[in-house]
């Protein structure tokens, strides 16, 4: 089978800065055609650094790199250092990345991505909010029926919000962009934090990884060593989830995950719930199913995989 055609749209953040890693080191199953950048846990001009810093640790400086919004459609940026620290990948020594950031912008990459490459051959993969999908929807509604999938992480339905009591980050940050895409007809496939508080960066997880012992390894151990200790403390969980690989592991494995097909909306007028997804899951309203919603995966085969593919950078 051929490798799947995706844009990774992120906002890294170290478990983005995972999910890139994953993507790279699986072009049997992936094909990377670019990176967009968007302002999310950090401004998008530390966002695009830390994507170039991670395709350049990859031994990957082909790849393209846009950037892409700088602040949400309607609202000011809310940002998440307190989590991610202030770089948006700390913990690792990082560098000055040399590999050029493309000059065209994200936005305008994906739509010209669309309309390029056959109808139905390209999966959108936002991981942060979707402030660049949603534009790229909203002034080129032509390339919304030529998506093949969007595969995004986002949303919260059993596990409630992170960010406030109802929304979790995503799609707090941007909710009228969340609503674009998930009204847009687009295929989309939601990684919630229902899956993603499952796939959680236990102690022996971390030091497999670390075990790798190569540059990639000690690089990535060290960034979950750092990225855990908010969700720790947080929840007393004995990690922190690994939220953004679900969604290229899905891509590799999706026998991995299990969800449902059901409606999901969007809250955009509460203050006290903006952002929420309201997720149909038991089925009660006659709204129709626009996303396959997922609420559970296997972690240790999901983490298995990071390490095995990890370990060939
Ligand atoms: O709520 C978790 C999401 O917000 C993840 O994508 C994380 O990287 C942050 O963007
Ligand atoms: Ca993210």
Same mark, same amino acid.
């Given at each position: 089978?051929?490798?799947?055609?995706?844009?990774?749209?992120?906002?890294?953040?170290?478990?983005?800065?995972?999910?890139?890693?994953?993507?790279?080191?699986? &072009?049997?199953?992936?094909?990377?055609?670019?990176?967009?950048?968007?302002?999310? *846990?950090?401004?998008?001009?530390?966002?695009?650094?830390?994507?170039?810093? =991670?395709?350049?640790?990859?031994?990957?400086?082909? !790849?393209?790199?846009?950037?892409?919004?700088? /602040?949400?459609?309607?609202?000011?940026?809310?940002?998440?250092? $307190?989590?991610?620290?202030?770089?948006?990948?700390?913990?690792?020594?990082? #560098?000055?990345?040399?590999?050029?950031?493309?000059?065209?912008?994200?936005?305008?990459? !994906?739509?010209?991505?669309?309309?390029?490459?056959? /109808?139905?051959?390209?999966?959108?993969?936002?991981?942060?909010?979707?402030? *660049?999908?949603?534009?790229?929807?909203?002034?080129?509604?032509?390339? =919304?029926?030529?998506?093949?999938?969007?595969?995004?992480?986002?949303?919260?339905? #059993?596990?409630?919000?992170?960010?406030?009591?109802? /929304?979790?980050?995503? !799609?707090?940050?941007? &909710?009228?962009?969340?609503?674009?895409?998930?009204?847009?007809?687009? &295929?989309?496939?939601?990684?919630?934090?229902?899956?993603?508080?499952?796939?959680?960066?236990?102690?022996?997880?971390?030091?497999?990884?670390?075990?790798?012992?190569?540059?990639?390894?000690? #690089?990535? /151990?060290?960034?979950?060593?750092?990225?855990?200790?908010?969700?720790?403390?947080? $929840?007393?969980?004995?990690?922190?989830?690994?939220?953004?690989?679900?969604?290229?592991?899905?891509? !590799?494995?999706?026998? +991995?995950?299990?969800?449902?097909?059901?409606?999901?909306?969007?809250?955009?007028?509460?203050?006290?719930? +903006?952002?929420?997804?309201?997720?149909?899951?038991?089925?009660?309203?006659?709204?129709?199913? *626009?996303?396959?919603?997922?609420?559970?995966?296997?972690?240790?085969?999901?983490?298995? +995989?990071?390490?095995?593919? +990890?370990?060939?950078?």
């Amino acid at each position: 089978m051929s490798a799947r055609k995706i844009i990774i749209d992120t906002d890294p953040g170290q478990d983005d800065a995972v999910a890139i890693l994953l993507a790279l080191a699986s &072009p049997q199953e992936i094909d990377l055609l670019g990176i967009t950048c968007v302002a999310g *846990n950090v401004p998008v001009s530390r966002t695009q650094i830390n994507a170039r810093i =991670i395709c350049e640790l990859a031994g990957h400086r082909q !790849i393209k790199v846009f950037a892409g919004r700088a /602040a949400p459609l309607r609202r000011p940026l809310v940002t998440a250092e $307190y989590v991610h620290g202030k770089t948006g990948l700390n913990g690792p020594e990082l #560098f000055e990345p040399t590999m050029p950031l493309q000059s065209q912008g994200g936005v305008e990459f !994906i739509i010209e991505t669309l309309r390029a490459e056959p /109808a139905g051959s390209v999966t959108l993969c936002p991981l942060g909010p979707l402030s *660049n999908i949603a534009e790229a929807f909203q002034s080129a509604p032509d390339i =919304i029926g030529r998506v093949q999938e969007v595969v995004l992480m986002g949303g919260a339905y #059993f596990e409630v919000g992170n960010i406030t009591p109802a /929304a979790e980050f995503n !799609i707090f940050v941007d &909710p009228e962009a969340a609503n674009i895409v998930l009204k847009s007809g687009a &295929p989309i496939t939601m990684m919630p934090l229902d899956v993603t508080h499952k796939a959680l960066t236990t102690r022996p997880r971390i030091e497999a990884l670390r075990a790798l012992d190569t540059p990639v390894g000690h #690089f990535t /151990a060290e960034m979950l060593d750092f990225f855990e200790r908010f969700d720790i403390e947080k $929840y007393g969980s004995e990690g922190g989830p690994l939220h953004d690989p679900c969604v290229i592991a899905y891509l !590799i494995r999706p026998d +991995l995950f299990s969800g449902r097909h059901i409606n999901v909306e969007i809250e955009t007028q509460s203050e006290l719930t +903006l952002g929420m997804t309201v997720a149909d899951w038991w089925g009660v309203t006659d709204r129709p199913a *626009n996303a396959l919603f997922m609420g559970d995966l296997d972690a240790d085969g999901f983490f298995d +995989l990071i390490t095995q593919r +990890l370990a060939l950078l």
